[in-house]
């Protein structure tokens, strides 16, 4: 498997070669599709190998936003219905009218349960799943959104098993990964095991106290007092990357993530895209911003994404990670974007370069 640089993208390789050159114990890995194609697919670092792949954090959001919006495309789920309509139980403690749309952009209020749930009913998803069906919510659905950080995973796969006998991690394997030849798993199979690169733990603010000031559900969405017997670097679990948790278990390649983004809103391999125009614009529509009663600053969100891009094209839409992974698409370059890493960046979230790389990518595709 060799790198690629298709001509004219020459200036983003040697971008990426300059960061790489500045922090040479970071692996790290970029690619990128254009019109379908691939034009950028490049990886650094002691650690990394061509086929080498990474716990993505909570960008594996995106994956499971594109799970949710095929199946609102065939027909499947109402983003306007009540999720009780697919899933009776949740129903209880006045969350009869939570709509699909209002679950998938945070605003539900059920960033936890009372009494904190631990590391075991996070993995098993049956017990925490009923949890939250009788859980009241932390505020009044509709009235703010707060990111629902863990969560949102076993949210989103008990609607999906009520729906179609699958979890997202399952129905992205059979409907998207595997037909599409996609590098990415939400439930790594022990079979990919000897491909993953391990994260370093997230450290935000160190022993100390945090950097910011608190919203009022943090540590609730956070759940910083659950037991998950590994502290903050879940991913170093086997249990863990076998869980196919919904939220923040995705593993895969920055390949993986590019083609996915790509095979969703681009013709690839002579295939039309999965995602109709229609789609795309519901997926992309801006569903709340402002304060975000979670995280420490403003937030905006559609149904699962992240609207927006460092590109800033219209309708762009993806997701990025805690340990410093990206992924997105921006429809009007026909840009798909994925990056991965092992090192966490201070604040968590994006890795600050996948700006730079962006903005040049866009440079080369104009």
Request: aromatic share 10%; no cysteine; charged share 20%.
């Amino acid at each position: 498997m060799a790198e690629i640089v298709r001509p004219g993208f020459e200036p983003v390789a040697g971008l990426f070669a300059e960061i790489a050159a500045t922090r040479p114990q970071v692996n790290a890995a970029l690619a990128a599709y254009v019109g379908g194609e691939p034009v950028v697919d490049l990886w650094t670092g002691p650690a990394y190998r061509a086929d080498s792949i990474q716990g993505v954090y909570s960008a594996t959001k995106g994956a499971a936003g594109i799970a949710l919006a095929l199946l609102i495309q065939r027909g499947l789920v109402d983003p306007d219905a009540p999720v009780a309509d697919y899933w009776p139980e949740f129903a209880a403690a006045g969350k009869d009218t939570i709509t699909v749309r209002g679950l998938a952009s945070h605003q539900a209020g059920l960033v936890n349960v009372d009494g904190g749930y631990t590391f075991a009913e996070f993995t098993g998803h049956t017990r925490l799943a009923e949890r939250l069906a009788a859980q009241r919510p932390f505020w009044e659905p509709g009235t703010g959104h707060g990111y629902h950080a863990l969560t949102i995973g076993t949210l989103l796969s008990e609607l999906f098993l009520r729906v179609t006998g699958h979890t997202v991690g399952e129905y992205f394997r059979r409907e998207i990964a595997e037909p599409y030849g996609v590098d990415f798993f939400i439930g790594l199979p022990e079979g990919e095991e000897p491909r993953v690169v391990p994260s370093l733990p997230i450290t935000i603010g160190g022993d100390g106290p945090l950097p910011f000031e608190l919203p009022p559900f943090f540590r609730e969405a956070m759940n910083i007092e659950a037991d998950f017997e590994d502290g903050r670097n879940m991913l170093g679990l086997r249990s863990f990357r076998a869980a196919g948790v919904a939220s923040i278990g995705g593993f895969g390649s920055a390949r993986g993530l590019a083609r996915l983004y790509a095979v969703a809103t681009q013709e690839v391999d002579g295939r039309p895209p999965l995602l109709t125009a229609e789609t795309l614009a519901a997926v992309a529509e801006v569903q709340v911003s402002g304060d975000d009663l979670v995280l420490p600053f403003r937030t905006t969100y559609s149904m699962l994404f992240e609207p927006g891009a460092p590109t800033a094209g219209r309708g762009s839409f993806g997701h990025s990670g805690a340990n410093g992974a990206l992924a997105y698409a921006d429809p009007e370059l026909g840009l798909a974007f994925g990056y991965t890493t092992d090192t966490p960046g201070s604040a968590g979230g994006a890795d600050p370069v996948t700006a730079d790389l962006s903005h040049a990518l866009a440079a080369a595709i104009r």
